[in-house]
């Protein structure tokens, strides 16, 4: 069964109409000059010959195919059609030879005159196996077509429904962490934590509301970013040094929602540390119309077995939402440098680029 949208019929009919006005009309711009006074003998062969084809191609391209070929039974397939292709030469030879005689002999060798008919009926054979093979060959090529637009079909939905499940299981991951950086401020600054509070709320507003369409404008990751990093630095103290740095202002550029917090999460998670001075660097860079690059750099501190806190299933997601949105336009790389670990998000975009429209996140 296929569920795609199939080609228009009427087009179908016409196609199959011209095609075969074509076949019956042509051979009498051909007609040789020394059958021009018996131009009707000449045709009425060619006529009965082409309605054998036509019946012959028909009985494959509805019936045999579908009923047999489709359905494993190539055997039966193969003696249906010798039958056919048989009774079909045998029923014009009768006809042109004895019901309907040309009234003319027309010129050539003796022996061929004799024996035409042998020639006649092996070239109908000929001719009629290759029109069930030409019929074969086009309900091939359409059932291919079809199973192709059928896949891409399910391929499209597939990852269009694990790109949802894929953001189903980020906002939740990331409110694991956010609702973590809470409850540390509750224990030495309620104050600071009603803050916090305040803070989480625009960010859910974004997380609940404004992040549904596939792509956002840049700018609203910009102020989600920038919130969320007001939330972050109410839980650390001053040797943790925070940094978010926008270069460039093509800031229309669409981006997918959220793309960007599981590389910043994974920057707080793994580069800060109570006892040691530390730092987190963000960058985005929207200087090129054309591409945008995002970049992390944090001091390296690496948790032990025993953390688990959103057991790494951010930066999963993040690798297969790049795959599954933006595929080769989009590369991911991630890399340890002495103390350092640097994460970096390019995203090329074509030559033109509509803008989308959508309600600009409130900073």
């Known amino acids: 069964?296929?569920?795609?949208?199939?080609?228009?019929?009427?087009?179908?009919?016409?196609i199959h109409a011209l095609g075969w006005l074509i076949v019956f009309i042509s051979p009498l711009l051909f007609i040789p000059w020394e059958f021009a006074e018996h131009w009707f003998d000449f045709y009425w062969r060619f006529f009965l010959s082409q309605l054998a084809v036509l019946a012959l191609f028909y009985l494959n391209y509805f019936y045999l195919i579908n009923k047999y070929l489709f359905n494993k039974q190539l055997r039966k397939f193969i003696v249906i059609n010798v039958v056919a292709v048989f009774v079909a030469a045998t029923a014009v030879l009768i006809i042109d030879k004895v019901l309907f005689p040309m009234s003319a002999d027309f010129p050539g060798p003796p022996f061929k005159r004799r024996w035409g008919w042998v020639f006649g009926f092996s070239r109908d054979m000929i001719l009629y196996i290759l029109t069930a093979a030409l019929s074969v060959a086009i309900k091939m090529t359409a059932r291919w077509y079809q199973?192709?637009?059928?896949?891409?079909?399910?391929?499209?939905?597939?990852?269009?429904?694990?790109l949802k499940n894929l953001k189903s299981q980020l906002n939740p991951h990331f409110l694991f962490n956010t609702l973590n950086n809470i409850y540390s401020l509750i224990g030495f600054s309620q104050e600071r934590a009603q803050?916090?509070?305040?803070?989480?709320?625009?960010?859910?507003?974004?997380?609940?509301?404004?992040?549904n369409p596939t792509e956002v404008p840049v700018r609203q990751e910009i102020g989600f970013i920038r919130n969320y990093l007001q939330l972050v630095q109410l839980r650390f103290s001053a040797r943790?040094?925070?940094g978010f740095e926008v270069v460039g202002?093509?800031?229309?550029?669409?981006?997918?929602p959220m793309l960007f917090i599981s590389?910043?999460?994974?920057?707080?998670?793994?580069?800060?540390?109570?006892g040691h001075d530390s730092f987190v660097h963000i960058r985005?860079?929207?200087?090129d119309a054309k591409r945008l690059v995002f970049t992390t750099e944090n001091s390296y501190f690496p948790k032990d077995e025993s953390d688990r806190s959103g057991s790494g299933i951010g930066?999963?997601?993040l690798r297969r939402r790049l795959a599954l949105i933006y595929k080769q336009r989009a590369r991911f790389v991630a890399r340890k440098e002495g103390n350092r670990f640097l994460t970096e998000i390019v995203i090329e975009y074509p030559a033109t680029n509509p803008n989308k429209e959508n309600q600009p996140y409130d900073r």
Do not use: C, W
């Open 284 to 287: 985005l860079d929207l200087s």
């Open 263 to 274: 590389l910043i999460e994974n920057a707080f998670k793994h580069g800060v540390s109570s």
């Open 315 to 317: 930066l999963e997601n």
């Open 147 to 162: 199973a192709d637009s059928q896949r891409k079909d399910l391929e499209k939905t597939h990852a269009e429904t694990e």
């Open 195 to 211: 803050e916090a509070v305040h803070q989480l709320s625009k960010l859910l507003r974004y997380v609940l509301y404004d992040n």
């Open 240 to 242: 943790v040094e925070i």
């Open 249 to 256: 202002d093509n800031e229309d550029l669409p981006v997918a």
């Open 1 to 14: 069964m296929y569920f795609e949208k199939k080609p228009n019929r009427n087009l179908t009919i016409l």
